[in-house]
């Protein structure tokens, strides 16, 4: 096994947890790709939660995919065979 010295310095100083905003890409096994930005927000006085808000642009594909999405689960109104309305 490889090993690099520099290492626990480097992972010492990450950053992981200080971004704020940025975009994030993910794979859908149904509509492909898909792209947001967010932004994560901290509230003051309570540093151990972070309130992640991702978006998407509007009439973008990724927008799109969503909406498709969307409509497979959305709650069937019509009633169940034998049911009475």
């Known amino acids: 096994m490889l090993r690099c ?3 626990s310095d480097w992972w010492g100083d990450h950053r992981v947890l200080r ?14 790709e898909l792209h947001f930005s ?7 006085g309570d540093p151990d939660q972070t309130l ?6 509007p009439g973008s594909p990724t927008a799109e995919a969503l909406a498709l ?3 497979w689960t ?8 034998g049911e009475i309305g």
């Open 5 to 7: 010295p520099e290492f």
């Open 19 to 32: 971004r704020t905003h940025g975009g994030k890409g993910y794979r859908h096994p149904l509509v492909g």
């Open 38 to 44: 967010y932004e994560s927000l901290q509230p003051p």
């Open 52 to 57: 992640c808000v991702y978006n998407v642009e």
């Open 69 to 71: 999405l969307s409509s």
């Open 74 to 81: 959305a709650p069937d109104d019509r009633p169940v065979s």
